[in-house]
């Protein structure tokens, strides 16, 4: 595929493109409070609380199909170590997928449109339903340039999508302060891949090829997907699930709670998330010593972790009160939280390794045990601040430990034949 490059060779990532995947991913976040701000300030108190409910559920849904881009970043890589592998191509069987959630959504909106989005009509229904089916495309060609280690053009993509959606709801702010106006403008951006087909290097992603053929990377995209929903549970949706469990007195009192819990998660899964690409382009390569290097970034988790439990417990609660004046935390409950995040951390990470390794089904039920067990947790009736750090604790440790369990089964495991020799075609099949 000359459009896009790549080989066995190249290394996974550098110190260039990891800074465009650190800069990609920080646009991103950053126009996303920049969003947040704008809606908030042109939209009525209403509207406001209205688009957030719209919000949530879209990226709820985008949470969902995110295994999308991790196994089409997986695939791909595999056929970068062997050209001889490939097979079906990923675009259009995401597309697929992509269009049969969306008819389901469509489809089973009048059942959930009264309880989420009281008072809505169609619109906002449709905006998700046609969102979803168009994103799970841009995570195809996302994660095909991961695989085929294109960092500067995929982390383009990224910041590209975040800054897209910024100028598409200014816009509709601009033109009509209309709330289906506003929402649309969200929802259109999960077209933005489409135009920038125009580059060589997207195109070259739209044509990749899996590692198996199309009717295998269904199985694939749908185990990738339950992780996703996993998942969602715990990062996207992790205060909407706690809400379920917490009476409308004890939710209101503990704004504080809620706030700290919303900031402390960014501190290790933002930078893990934005370089799982990485860690599953790097664990494909049965050359590299695998297991050596996820005992370092373990290591290097939980260090991070600590440390930076360490800050929040002594100027977390200052510095949070210069942003929010009302914030009333103790330091030691804000370090809690911080060292709470590290087992999810985990989670992302051993995942993202379990999925290199093609152990679909275990990543999987690593997600959902650990959003199982979280959730259960989370109905023992502990105090909230109590339950919030249990609950964040224990599902992911849970969860870390079965993904490390296959891991460990993986790597032990003699290999059956030679990897791949680089630069030579392996046997067609």
Do not use: C
């Not at 949530?56 to 295994?67: D, I, M, Q, R």
């Not at 989420?116 to 619109?123: N, Y």
């Not at 103790?330 to 590290?342: D, E, K």
């Amino acid at each position: 595929m000359s459009e896009l490059g790549g080989g066995p060779d190249q290394p996974v990532i550098d110190r260039r493109g990891a800074l465009w995947v650190a800069s990609g991913s920080a646009v991103a976040g950053v126009v996303g409070l920049a969003i947040m701000v704008v809606t908030a300030r042109v939209l009525t108190d209403a509207d406001f609380a209205q688009f957030m409910t719209f919000w949530s559920l879209l990226f709820a849904g985008y949470a969902v199909v995110t295994g999308v881009n991790y196994e089409s970043a997986r695939a791909t890589g595999a056929v970068v170590l062997d050209p001889g592998r490939a097979r079906g191509r990923v675009l259009p069987v995401a597309l697929g997928i992509g269009a049969t959630l969306g008819l389901v959504v469509a489809a089973s909106g009048p059942w959930w449109r009264p309880v989420l989005m009281p008072g809505r009509g169609t619109v906002a229904v449709l905006a998700v339903a046609l969102s979803l089916a168009a994103y799970t495309g841009y995570l195809a060609v996302v994660g095909a340039l991961m695989g085929h280690r294109r960092w500067h053009v995929s982390a383009s993509m990224v910041g590209a999508d975040g800054v897209v959606r910024l100028v598409l709801v200014v816009v509709a702010l601009a033109l009509a302060t209309n709330l289906d106006a506003v929402e649309v403008a969200v929802a259109a951006t999960a077209l933005m891949w489409v135009v920038a087909l125009v580059a060589r290097p997207v195109r070259g992603a739209a044509k990749a090829r899996a590692d198996v053929p199309a009717g295998r990377l269904v199985l694939n995209y749908a185990q990738a997907m339950a992780a996703g929903v996993g998942s969602a549970a715990l990062v996207v949706g992790f205060l909407a699930l706690l809400r379920t469990t917490t009476d409308q007195a004890t939710w209101d009192a503990n704004a504080s709670l809620i706030l700290a819990v919303t900031l402390t998660r960014g501190v290790l899964l933002m930078p893990l998330n934005a370089f799982q690409g990485a860690a599953i382009g790097y664990f494909l390569d049965a050359r590299r010593p695998r297991a050596a290097s996820l005992v370092r970034l373990a290591g290097l988790v939980v260090g991070v972790g600590s440390v930076a439990a360490v800050a929040a417990g002594l100027v977390g609660p200052a510095l949070v009160r210069l942003l929010v004046p009302g914030f009333g935390m103790s330091g030691w409950m804000l370090a809690a939280l911080v060292l709470a995040v590290v087992p999810l951390a985990l989670l992302v990470l051993f995942g993202a390794v379990t999925l290199a390794l093609g152990k679909h089904l275990a990543y999987a039920a690593g997600w959902l045990v650990a959003a199982g067990v979280a959730y259960t947790v989370m109905r023992l009736g502990l105090r909230l601040d109590l339950s919030v750090v249990a609950a964040l604790a224990a599902g992911p440790s849970v969860g870390a430990a079965l993904h490390l369990s296959v891991i460990w089964t993986s790597l032990r495991r003699p290999a059956t034949s030679a990897p791949p020799t680089p630069g030579r075609r392996g046997p067609s099949r």
